[in-house]
């Protein structure tokens, strides 16, 4: 295949250049045809949406700054222990940004010190080190919070009646 300006990955796959600078999940530009009403066809692109965003990591204590695809901060709002977890769950073929990688390794360097009981400089991780399984923040199931619909404002109307609600 003909890829211009385009790495490639382990998997085979183009990747574009800019997901190298970011945490990109693996979205891509889109490529097809905007048609207008007359059906006139011209090409176009879609670019991933893409935000800079900061994200509390548990094991640095402090904010990690990431330009990320707005599908990673899905997946990370998601996960119970944050950027930490999606760094440590995602390959590094996915990552491919280097901060992202190095990050990877000091958070299980860290980890890693601490399981053995070295020493961990202070901001990295020193507050794991008198930690214990007891510390770890409880897991609510998921109907703990169930849905209630969309919020409503002051501007909005029931949809029926008190008559209809109390039959």
């Known amino acids: 295949m003909f890829s211009r300006g385009m790495a490639t990955t382990k ?12 945490l990109y999940d693996g979205k891509h530009i889109s490529f097809g045809n905007k048609i207008s009403f007359a059906g006139n066809k011209s090409r176009r692109s879609w670019k991933p949406n893409i935000v800079n965003k900061r994200f509390w990591s548990q094991t ?23 950027i930490d977890h999606y760094l440590l769950t995602t390959p590094n073929d996915l990552l491919l940004y280097k901060k992202a990688i190095q990050i ?13 009981g070295k020493p961990v400089r202070v901001g990295r991780g020193a507050h794991l080190l008198g930690a214990s399984a007891d510390d770890a923040p409880e897991v609510l199931p998921a ?23 109390e039959q």
């Open 11 to 22: 998997r085979k796959m183009v990747v574009m250049g800019r997901a190298h600078r970011g």
């Open 104 to 116: 990877k390794k000091n958070i299980i360097d860290i980890h890693v010190r601490v399981a053995a």
């Open 143 to 165: 109907d703990a919070y169930p849905y209630r619909g969309p919020p409503r404002d002051s501007t909005m109307k029931p949809l029926a009646g008190p008559s209809a609600l």
């Open 60 to 82: 640095y204590q402090r904010f990690l700054e990431f330009r990320v695809a707005t599908s990673v901060i899905k997946k990370v709002k998601k996960l119970s222990g944050g």
